[in-house]
């Protein structure tokens, strides 16, 4: 069963960057999506980025332009760099893949956006 644990959220003022970052607990296939999806207070969760082999990044509308997902297969990690952030990009960011038809998800990092 495969594991993610995130890092690197936090209290961030708004315009401002974080990285986060996910490690598996093996190695994940290259042409299975790792990314991120995240869920604030009263709203459903939803897609932020995800990443395979073979295609291009998918992006959810709200952070388009905004957002890079990246990913180190060897590192077995993928990332996310969030830039101009704000308040409405609160929220707890959840890690997935998918293996064998089953999702794998993170515990989850909150990332707080606020002055």
């Known amino acids: 069963q495969v594991q993610l644990v995130e890092s690197g959220g936090g209290l961030v003022q708004p315009g401002g960057s974080l990285r986060l970052s996910c490690t598996a607990s093996e190695y994940i296939l290259s042409s299975n999506p790792m990314g991120w999806y995240r869920q604030a207070p009263g709203k459903e969760r939803e897609l932020v980025a995800r990443i395979r082999s073979g295609r291009d990044p998918d992006y959810g509308s709200a952070v388009m332009g905004r957002f890079t997902v990246s990913r180190d297969n060897a590192k077995k990690t993928v990332y996310l760099e969030m830039n101009s952030l704000k308040p409405e990009d609160t929220a707890v960011y959840y890690c997935?893949?998918?293996?064998?038809?089953?999702?794998?998800w993170g515990k989850g990092t909150l990332v707080t956006v606020s002055s």
């Open positions: 997935n893949t998918r293996e064998d038809g089953v999702n794998y």
